[in-house]
């Protein structure tokens, strides 16, 4: 069981990037030919994925050193995984599409470039087989190896200058948010390509701020919401609660845990903000001291009406839930394009093919189709879209309570 969850989960995914790269580098001739995009022309994604890569490199190397091959192959994995899989390809799959060779789809080539080749060359010594096989892949595309195997290739080398810890914390920052607001979508069923209006985030203090503020854009784009508001931790917007975790807090104050939990659960927003931010918090019980910290309870936000709330340590979101009639027009155009780039995908057409579309007319879905033509034909290189009473030969479309015949033919 083991071994087959490394093959999917690592090997896998592994397998997946590079097919993703090779299928777009050879629709662009990419052979890195050209000179380095230098690190200051590049995008603020590319610098952060090659950072990680070079404290990953750094890391890995001591692992070998410290003959501890088990953690090198979970730091490779994690790497490969969350951070280039889940994260630089997912969110840069548009830079690789269609158009000419710019500066910016180069950048991007060559970033990806440069993480699968290291990554071959450092998880050569513990899957000797399948990293000869990219490694030799790769060079003979590129030519930027002579050698024969990985296994004859220089051991890669970090360099402290590429690595950025403001940067890496940063895109922490939007990684975790991301993946709170997407949990709380699943928690009320909502689809990623449902837009939603806005998020809220109480923050801590100015440097989460800056942090998050950095990576706004990002963060919008990835969950699909319209805005992102910060409100001061303490503006009552959410409200905050605190419970004790009596195992801990029990042994700690002893006879004074009674006294204790009522004060914690007492608290105000103002002293809960003061807790988040410290780290910890000062009670006066009847002359005596009585410090918690944040490890000692747990604080939640209550949900408030429309609205969903999650808390992971610092870091607290709010969700707003309403779909108003317009999101869920643009949510049905997304969902549209999804489903034809399927049928694409399933009818064999080459990803340059242009098609043309015809729709059946459906009350439910023909606002969204005239409001979003436009959008929908750009994203899956659609010549024409057009209603109609009756589509011949067309494919069903299932929706939650109702269904559509589309009719996609190359042109």
Same mark, same amino acid.
């Given at each position: 069981?083991?071994?087959?969850?490394?093959?999917?989960?690592?090997?896998?995914?592994?397998?997946?990037?590079?097919?993703?790269?090779?299928?777009?580098?050879?629709?662009?001739? =990419?052979?890195?030919?050209?000179?380095?995009?230098?690190?200051?022309?590049?995008?603020?994604?590319?610098?952060?994925?090659?950072?990680?890569?070079?404290?990953?490199?750094?890391?890995?190397?001591?692992?070998?050193?410290?003959?501890?091959?088990?953690? @090198?192959?979970?730091?490779?994995?994690?790497?490969?995984?969350?951070?280039?899989?889940?994260?630089?390809?997912?969110?840069?799959?548009?830079?690789?599409?269609?158009?000419?060779?710019?500066?910016?789809?180069?950048?991007?080539?060559?970033?990806?470039?440069?993480?699968?080749?290291?990554?071959?060359?450092?998880?050569?010594?513990?899957?000797?087989?399948?990293?000869?096989?990219?490694?030799?892949?790769?060079?003979?595309?590129? &030519?930027?190896?002579?050698?024969?195997?990985?296994?004859?290739?220089?051991?890669?080398?970090?360099?402290?200058?590429?690595?950025? /810890?403001?940067?890496?914390?940063?895109?922490?920052?939007?990684?975790?948010?991301?993946?709170?607001?997407?949990?709380?979508?699943?928690?009320?069923?909502?689809?990623?390509?449902?837009?939603?209006?806005? $998020?809220?985030?109480?923050?801590?203090?100015?440097?989460?701020?800056?942090?998050?503020?950095?990576?706004?854009?990002?963060?919008?784009?990835?969950?699909?919401?319209?805005? $992102?508001?910060?409100?001061?931790?303490?503006?009552?917007?959410?409200?905050?609660?605190?419970?004790?975790?009596?195992?801990?807090?029990?042994?700690?104050?002893? /006879?004074?845990?009674?006294?204790?939990?009522? @004060?914690?659960?007492?608290?105000?927003?103002?002293?809960?903000?003061?807790?988040?931010?410290?780290?910890?918090?000062?009670?006066?019980?009847? &002359?005596?001291?009585?410090?918690?910290?944040?490890?000692?309870?747990?604080?939640?936000?209550?949900?408030?009406?429309?609205?969903?709330?999650?808390?992971?340590?610092?870091?607290?979101?709010?969700?707003?839930?309403?779909?108003?009639?317009?999101?869920?027009?643009?949510? $049905?155009?997304?969902?549209?394009?999804?489903?034809?780039?399927?049928?694409?995908?399933?009818?064999?057409?080459?990803?340059?093919?242009?098609? /043309?579309?015809?729709?059946?007319?459906?009350?439910?879905?023909?606002?969204?189709?005239?409001?979003?033509?436009?959008?929908?034909?750009?994203?899956?290189?659609?010549?024409?879209?057009?209603?109609?009473?009756?589509?011949?030969?067309?494919?069903?479309?299932? =929706?939650?309570?109702?269904?559509?015949?589309?009719?996609?033919?190359?042109?």
């Amino acid at each position: 069981d083991g071994v087959e969850e490394v093959r999917r989960k690592f090997f896998g995914t592994l397998y997946n990037t590079y097919s993703f790269f090779a299928l777009y580098a050879n629709v662009d001739e =990419f052979e890195y030919k050209e000179a380095d995009v230098p690190m200051t022309e590049r995008s603020e994604i590319d610098r952060w994925i090659l950072s990680v890569l070079n404290t990953l490199v750094k890391n890995v190397d001591a692992c070998y050193n410290e003959y501890e091959p088990t953690k @090198a192959g979970r730091l490779i994995s994690e790497f490969v995984n969350d951070n280039l899989s889940n994260w630089y390809v997912r969110l840069n799959r548009k830079r690789f599409w269609g158009g000419g060779m710019t500066q910016d789809k180069l950048s991007a080539f060559q970033t990806l470039y440069t993480c699968l080749e290291t990554v071959a060359k450092l998880m050569a010594p513990i899957a000797p087989f399948y990293a000869d096989m990219l490694y030799t892949d790769l060079v003979t595309a590129t &030519g930027r190896d002579n050698v024969v195997s990985v296994h004859l290739a220089k051991f890669p080398e970090y360099k402290e200058e590429m690595i950025d /810890k403001g940067l890496e914390a940063r895109m922490r920052m939007a990684q975790d948010i991301t993946s709170m607001v997407l949990a709380l979508r699943r928690k009320v069923n909502i689809k990623v390509r449902q837009p939603l209006q806005c $998020i809220m985030i109480p923050v801590v203090d100015e440097e989460q701020r800056a942090h998050i503020e950095a990576v706004k854009a990002l963060v919008m784009n990835e969950v699909n919401v319209k805005e $992102i508001k910060f409100v001061d931790g303490a503006a009552g917007v959410l409200v905050k609660k605190v419970k004790c975790d009596f195992k801990k807090l029990g042994p700690k104050f002893g /006879k004074q845990m009674k006294a204790v939990a009522a @004060a914690v659960a007492e608290m105000s927003q103002n002293a809960i903000a003061e807790l988040e931010k410290n780290g910890s918090y000062t009670f006066n019980l009847d &002359g005596a001291e009585a410090v918690i910290e944040t490890a000692d309870v747990e604080i939640f936000s209550e949900d408030i009406p429309g609205w969903l709330v999650a808390n992971e340590g610092r870091l607290t979101v709010a969700l707003e839930v309403t779909v108003t009639e317009e999101l869920r027009r643009e949510g $049905i155009a997304r969902e549209l394009v999804n489903r034809i780039q399927n049928i694409r995908k399933s009818s064999g057409f080459e990803i340059t093919d242009k098609i /043309k579309i015809t729709l059946s007319k459906n009350p439910q879905t023909d606002d969204a189709v005239n409001e979003y033509n436009n959008y929908i034909r750009n994203q899956v290189l659609g010549t024409s879209l057009i209603l109609a009473n009756n589509v011949e030969n067309g494919t069903e479309l299932n =929706f939650d309570d109702f269904s559509l015949y589309v009719s996609v033919v190359k042109e």
